[in-house]
């Protein structure tokens, strides 16, 4: 971030967070202040202000990963990480609510083909259980280079 481009950065970021979790937003906000008065200001701004959302568009084809394929990656990084259920819920949360609440055909959205179905039970659960079997042939079955002999079929606190 720099001088000329942190307001539309914050912006963007305050704009996804209360995409992803209205109309528990503020109430979460204030909750993460309670473990550290920053750490709302870290989560908002820097991780989806300037790293979920996407980047003002610059030239001719902006960079536009979307508010849908960003739901499924947070999904997918956070069940690789494992011990992290409370965050991976969330998430498959906010890609049911873009189909809900219609940001996933909001103008600029990219369409992405078969995310409604993986926003349902079933897709949900086809997400996990695909990124549970590539954690477990990369890790040979010892669990993520996170959380080394996590049982990852475990389904504790995670959906």
């Known amino acids: 971030m720099n001088r000329q481009n942190i ?28 473990s550290h008065p920053d750490l709302p200001v870290f989560i908002i ?20 990963v979307g508010r849908v394929l960003t739901s499924i990656m947070a999904i997918s990084c956070l069940r ?6 409370p965050q991976v819920t969330s998430h498959v949360f906010g ?11 909001a103008e600029g959205e990219p369409q992405v083909e078969g995310a409604k179905w993986l926003a349902s039970n079933e897709g949900s659960m086809w997400l996990l259980e695909q990124v549970d079997r590539i954690v477990e042939a990369i890790g ?17 606190g995670d959906v």
């Not at 690789?80 to 259920?85: D, F, K, N, R």
């Not at 890609?95 to 055909?105: I, N, P, Q, V, Y």
């Not at 996170?146 to 475990?154: E, G, K, N, S």
């Open 80 to 85: 690789a990480q494992t011990g992290v259920g």
């Open 95 to 105: 890609l049911r609510k873009a189909f809900e609440d219609g940001t996933h055909e």
């Open 140 to 156: 040979g079955g010892t669990g993520t280079s996170f959380a080394q002999d996590v049982d990852i079929y475990r389904k504790t």
């Open 7 to 34: 307001d539309s950065t914050l912006a963007r970021g305050r704009s996804l967070w209360k995409s992803v979790y209205h109309p528990f937003d503020e109430k979460l906000t204030q909750k993460l202040a309670q």
């Open 45 to 64: 701004e820097g991780e989806y202000g300037a790293l979920f959302s996407d980047p003002p568009a610059q030239g001719a084809a902006p960079a536009k």
